[in-house]
């Protein structure tokens, strides 16, 4: 059977106006782009281990269980990260050789072949430009049928600072929101900081990751509240042995919390 790479939209007909974006829970890298890594297969899957957001899809899956929508990406971000800017020059961590098509790992390591213009172009356009294409649709199509759409980003992110990061050096809450001060309305901010801390967890705001995500063609326009959720992987796994935890279920209910939260305010709006 023909491994899935395409982007997976789950439930797409949604009841409430809520749509996970989940771009990096996927570990798949097909045949014909690991060819481009300088890396061995155990090296190769060591960055994996380290980088990839597990099990967000089922992590976030209570979205899809209060009646949202889930889309997800299906191949790991070292084939191309759908998170960064397509241009280089607009995205900050190209610094670190982790743009949009990663260069560098998680040390800051030599991990790819220098690809030609032609191989950059290919990867964009199997994999970069469709994810956001659906992206975009599925927002659209949530605003048309509820007047707004709740775009919530979710990742996870290691208990240990990486080399790579920006700003490492600051404090690893459990859970960390990212904001747009165009996008994320204060109501959201105190919402998700409220239930957080009242489940006993850990709140951080834009640090020490920041943003959100949202369609570059829908940016400024106020029906689209989007937020950033980063939940430390110490909560809910054994980063180490890569397998869930008895926090798992816990941060699950957390999840679930939040959206029935952030939906029932956005259809009373």
């Given at each position: 059977?023909?491994?899935?790479?395409?982007?997976?939209?789950?439930?797409?007909?949604?009841t409430?106006?809520?749509?996970?974006?989940?771009?990096?829970?996927?570990?798949?890298?097909?045949?014909?782009?690991?060819?481009?890594?300088?890396?061995?297969d155990?090296e190769?899957?060591?960055?994996?281990?380290?980088?990839?957001?597990?099990?967000t899809?089922?992590?976030?899956?209570?979205i899809v269980?209060?009646?949202?929508?889930?889309?997800?990406?299906?191949?790991?971000?070292?084939?191309?990260?759908?998170?960064?800017?397509?241009?280089?020059?607009?995205?900050?961590?190209?610094?670190?050789?982790?743009g949009?098509?990663?260069?560098?790992?998680?040390?800051?390591?030599?991990?790819?072949?220098?690809?030609?213009?032609?191989?950059?172009?290919?990867?964009?356009?199997?994999?970069?430009?469709?994810?956001?294409?659906?992206?975009?649709?599925?927002?659209?199509?949530?605003?048309?049928?509820?007047?707004?759409?709740?775009?919530?980003?979710?990742?996870?992110?290691?208990?240990k600072?990486?080399?790579?990061?920006?700003?490492?050096?600051?404090?690893?809450?459990?859970?960390?929101?990212?904001?747009?001060?165009?996008?994320?309305?204060?109501?959201?901010?105190?919402?998700?900081?409220?239930?957080?801390?009242?489940?006993?967890?850990?709140?951080?705001?834009?640090s020490?990751?920041?943003?959100?995500?949202?369609?570059?063609?829908m940016?400024?326009?106020?029906?689209?509240?989007?937020?950033?959720?980063?939940?430390?992987?110490?909560?809910?796994?054994?980063?180490?042995?890569?397998?869930?935890?008895?926090?798992?279920?816990?941060?699950?209910?957390?999840?679930?919390?939040?959206?029935?939260t952030?939906?029932?305010?956005?259809?009373?709006?």
């Open positions: 059977m023909k491994p899935l790479i395409d982007p997976v939209i789950v439930n797409p007909s949604p409430v106006p809520v749509l996970a974006n989940v771009p990096h829970s996927a570990s798949f890298i097909p045949e014909h782009v690991r060819c481009q890594f300088l890396l061995s155990d190769l899957q060591e960055e994996n281990r380290k980088l990839v957001d597990w099990f899809d089922d992590l976030y899956s209570p269980e209060a009646g949202g929508t889930l889309l997800r990406h299906m191949v790991s971000r070292f084939v191309v990260d759908p998170e960064r800017f397509e241009d280089d020059s607009q995205e900050c961590m190209a610094q670190r050789g982790m949009v098509i990663y260069t560098h790992g998680t040390g800051g390591q030599r991990i790819r072949r220098d690809l030609t213009p032609q191989e950059r172009e290919a990867l964009l356009q199997e994999f970069y430009r469709p994810y956001h294409q659906a992206l975009t649709e599925q927002v659209a199509h949530i605003v048309r049928l509820f007047g707004r759409c709740v775009l919530i980003d979710c990742h996870s992110y290691p208990e600072v990486l080399p790579y990061e920006l700003y490492g050096d600051t404090s690893r809450p459990d859970v960390v929101l990212g904001d747009d001060s165009t996008h994320t309305p204060a109501w959201v901010r105190d919402e998700v900081q409220r239930l957080v801390t009242r489940a006993g967890y850990s709140f951080g705001l834009n020490p990751f920041a943003g959100t995500i949202v369609p570059l063609s940016y400024g326009d106020t029906r689209v509240t989007s937020f950033m959720l980063e939940i430390n992987r110490a909560t809910y796994m054994h980063e180490g042995t890569t397998t869930r935890s008895e926090g798992f279920p816990h941060m699950r209910r957390l999840v679930r919390e939040i959206v029935e952030v939906a029932n305010r956005a259809r009373a709006s």
